[in-house]
């Protein structure tokens, strides 16, 4: 087990302490360069993919794209399975705790990590980020948008670039 340091803001401290967030999602450094038809292969887990291939991960948290052929840029040699970067998330694996900047007395235990596009997010998943809704009536992903663009947009990760994220779950081991 290992800890780790990691950013949040003032908010998002206090939605920690308050038990509201047990979820936080970062981007995927580097990007993939084309668009893939992605499945994660969990850590312990096993996976089929789309034409019932069965896959075991040999190493934690391996990012397995499924590329079709006509799929495939000119430049690209394509099979029917490529590894398409063997992602290991910078933050740790579950187990490994994190430990945010702005309050070392808080300590956070991953529990899951998956790798999806940050518009994937659920509504379900936006309050475990933490998120209040600001406006009745709304949907609460307005609300994530908006959070995700003031962090993200001038590093190139913005909503609409839909970027793939880390998507974090942990549970607070001291508040």
Request: aromatic fraction near 14%.
């Amino acid at each position: 087990m290992k800890e780790r340091p990691i950013h949040f803001n003032p908010e998002m401290i206090k939605a920690l302490k308050e038990g509201r967030k047990t979820q936080t999602r970062r981007p995927v450094e580097p990007q993939p360069v084309f668009e893939v038809d992605a499945h994660m292969v969990r850590y312990g887990k096993n996976f089929h993919n789309k034409r019932g291939k069965f896959f075991k991960p040999q190493n934690a948290w391996q990012f397995i794209a499924e590329v079709f052929p006509s799929d495939c840029p000119e430049f690209a040699t394509c099979s029917t399975i490529v590894p398409q970067d063997f992602w290991r998330c910078p933050f740790g694996e579950p187990g490994d705790r994190l430990v945010p900047w702005e309050d070392l007395e808080v300590v956070l235990e991953i529990t899951d990590i998956r790798v999806e596009r940050v518009q994937e997010i659920s509504e379900e998943d936006c309050f475990s980020e933490g998120l209040k809704l600001s406006c009745p009536g709304m949907s609460i992903l307005w609300d994530m948008k908006s959070l995700w663009d003031s962090i993200y947009e001038k590093k190139g990760f913005g909503w609409d670039a839909n970027p793939w994220v880390f998507a974090h779950e942990f549970k607070v081991i001291k508040p």
